[in-house]
């Protein structure tokens, strides 16, 4: 049985913000609650209907990370987490799932994501993520991802939904992608369910290099990777990277990264659910898999 007490949660209140230390303990200690459970072996039902959902993933095993007036390449990837929990919940709901990407490299996972850290020491959650990943990459495709551009606008019409995962990978090659830009304009323009999470929030800034160049989600209410949690990221690594927060927010979108966000709300307006981090990913993947059953 799990003994774990409460996460350490840092509170904002009458204009008093901890300390962005404290913050980042309370964020690891939340993961720790939050995994420390036995889950469900992987279980593909019957498929949903043949209803089908694009993944969206990165070609990048980088970030790029600015150093002393120079861009460097930190290894990164998707973030495992926030990947298969709700790519699980997915198959296991019977729903055929699509991986794609820019030039349709195999997908890497960030090295800090496949540390016991990241999942609170939970050694069995581990595996079984791990395990699926491997899986799908022998029946799913995730090993060999369709390219963007090979996806059409016909073959659009088929799909029920959309799902980007995070980790700093979409830094480097969705935000200004303009294929992209297209297959996201396809899915905002018919109102089918999109979910992102963490850092993959940042490729909806693709849609300003696509049809009329505005940014599709204005007055969208979004949460993903704070910029907070973002400077905490950029003292443990002594560089500086792009902020999702600050530049959807440029774009027009409506920030929401309060403190519930950061302890694994998610964010629903109109077609869009969005979670700010990894404590996201099971709430996201219910809520997704919830708006794909009602259309």
């Known amino acids: 049985m799990c003994t774990l007490g409460p996460p350490i949660v840092a509170r904002e209140r009458d204009g008093y913000t901890d300390s962005m230390a404290f913050k980042y303990?309370?964020?690891?200690?939340?993961?720790?609650?939050?995994?420390?459970?036995?889950?469900?072996?992987?279980?593909?039902?019957?498929?949903?209907?043949?209803?089908?959902?694009?993944?969206?993933l990165s070609d990048a095993d980088?970030?790029?990370?600015?150093?002393?007036?120079k861009t460097e390449h930190d290894p990164s990837g998707f973030f495992l987490i926030e990947l298969a929990k709700p790519l699980q919940k997915l198959l296991e709901q019977g729903f055929e799932v699509t991986f794609t990407s820019p030039e349709g490299k195999e997908p890497k996972p960030d090295p800090s994501s496949e540390t016991l850290l990241a999942f609170a020491g939970n050694f069995y959650e581990k595996q079984r993520e791990n395990e699926l990943i491997e899986r799908v990459k022998r029946e799913n495709g995730l090993a060999r991802p369709r390219k963007f551009s090979e996806i059409s606008d016909d073959e659009l019409k088929g799909f029920s939904g959309v799902f980007?995962?995070?980790?700093?990978?979409?830094?480097?090659?969705?935000?200004?992608?303009?294929?992209?830009?297209?297959?996201?304009?396809?899915?905002?323009?018919?109102?089918?369910?999109?979910?992102?999470?963490?850092?993959?929030?940042?490729?909806?800034?693709?849609?300003?290099?696509?049809?009329?160049?505005?940014?599709?989600?204005?007055?969208?209410?979004?949460?993903?990777?704070?910029?907070?949690e973002e400077k905490v990221m950029e003292?443990?690594?002594?560089?500086?990277?792009?902020?999702?927060?600050?530049?959807?927010?440029?774009?027009?979108?409506?920030?929401?990264?309060?403190?519930?966000?950061?302890?694994?709300?998610?964010?629903?307006?109109?077609?869009?659910?969005?979670?700010?981090?990894p404590m996201a990913a099971n709430a996201l993947g219910d809520k997704f898999i919830e708006m794909l059953q009602a259309t």
């Open 62 to 69: 980088y970030v790029p990370i600015q150093r002393n007036g």
């Open 235 to 277: 003292t443990l690594k002594q560089g500086e990277f792009e902020k999702v927060e600050s530049s959807l927010r440029d774009a027009g979108a409506d920030m929401q990264n309060g403190i519930g966000e950061k302890v694994g709300y998610i964010t629903v307006d109109r077609e869009v659910a969005s979670g700010g981090n």
């Open 25 to 56: 303990i309370g964020w690891t200690l939340g993961m720790q609650q939050h995994f420390c459970r036995l889950g469900t072996p992987l279980n593909i039902g019957t498929t949903m209907a043949n209803k089908k959902v694009l993944i969206v």
């Open 164 to 228: 980007l995962p995070g980790g700093h990978a979409p830094l480097a090659d969705l935000g200004d992608n303009a294929e992209l830009g297209r297959i996201l304009r396809h899915f905002h323009a018919e109102h089918k369910p999109t979910a992102a999470i963490c850092h993959g929030p940042y490729a909806f800034l693709s849609t300003k290099y696509a049809g009329d160049k505005e940014f599709a989600y204005k007055g969208y209410k979004i949460s993903c990777w704070s910029d907070a």
